[in-house]
């Protein structure tokens, strides 16, 4: 994430939106839906022009005085959506069987980071019959919630990352084709809400973000408090500052302390992965 004037925050319409989903999830799968599931329709085409970039930027900022990269894919909401995986006796994955989602970048609602369900379908069901969550939970198959939360931003089918051979994932929305990049589990959660980390941004008393300075995390995959997920602390420094002059959590915070600068917290939260 580049230091950058605050955009606003996808607002609480966005967690009022997957809140909702949820509740409509958990309802179908109260209800049971036990008439059936209609024969599965032919795929529709694949999701493509979709409200993000297809190249995904890779950004180098520092972490305790060491240069580090990640990916950054731009603003979340900090509230996971569900996300369908197909399973077989519970612990089984159904082979070839894609993930199901119900919403895209653009909509209301939409999260890179996503609240596994298992659907655990029976032992003749035939991979990808099932191509929405709509036709999942009208098939009266049992869906469980689990505690399990991924990182997996959907891109367009021609989407690259800058400076990796990430490989897409072919998933299902509403019956059509849709592409993700798996980031995986490296993000903790408190119930639906993901977790998030600290990343210190710099800026000018004007707003104006401080140009060459990178910005500073202090956490690396692995290591306690970790997250995918970014909180935008705005760093606000004098004129006297130097680009770079801080590289280290600690530093800024003892800086801070020392009366040297002001941080100010945002309501932004970044999908910034760290890859290096």
């Not at 379908?121 to 939360?149: E, F, H, K, L, W």
Request: proline share 8%; aromatic share 10%.
């Amino acid at each position: 994430m580049e230091p950058s004037s605050p955009p606003s925050r996808k607002g609480r319409s966005n967690v009022l939106f997957a809140i909702v989903a949820i509740a409509l999830l958990l309802v179908g799968i109260g209800a049971g839906y036990v008439l059936g599931r209609p024969a599965a329709p032919a795929p529709l085409g694949p999701v493509n022009s979709l409200a993000r970039a297809s190249a995904i930027p890779r950004v180098d900022g520092w972490f305790r005085n060491a240069s580090v990269s990640y990916l950054d894919f731009g603003p979340q909401a900090n509230v996971a959506v569900p996300i369908l995986v197909f399973f077989q006796a519970s612990s089984t994955p159904v082979a070839g069987q894609r993930n199901i989602i119900d919403t895209i970048p653009g909509q209301p609602g939409y999260n890179d980071f996503w609240r596994v369900f298992k659907v655990l379908a029976p032992s003749g069901y035939v991979a990808n019959t099932i191509r929405s969550m709509a036709d999942a939970v009208a098939s009266g198959y049992t869906i469980q919630m689990t505690d399990t939360v991924v990182n997996c931003p959907v891109v367009n089918p021609n989407a690259t990352v800058g400076g990796s051979a990430a490989t897409l994932v072919s998933g299902w929305y509403r019956n059509r084709d849709v592409s993700y990049i798996d980031e995986g589990t490296r993000s903790p959660v408190d119930g639906w809400v993901v977790v998030d980390a600290p990343i210190y941004a710099f800026f000018h008393a004007d707003g104006t973000p401080f140009a060459g300075q990178r910005n500073v995390i202090d956490a690396l995959p692995g290591s306690p408090g970790y997250s995918d997920l970014w909180h935008v602390m705005k760093v606000v420094v004098d004129t006297s500052y130097v680009a770079n002059s801080l590289k280290d959590a600690r530093s800024i915070l003892a800086a801070r302390d020392a009366g040297q600068l002001t941080i100010d917290p945002t309501m932004i939260y970044v999908n910034c992965p760290v890859v290096s």
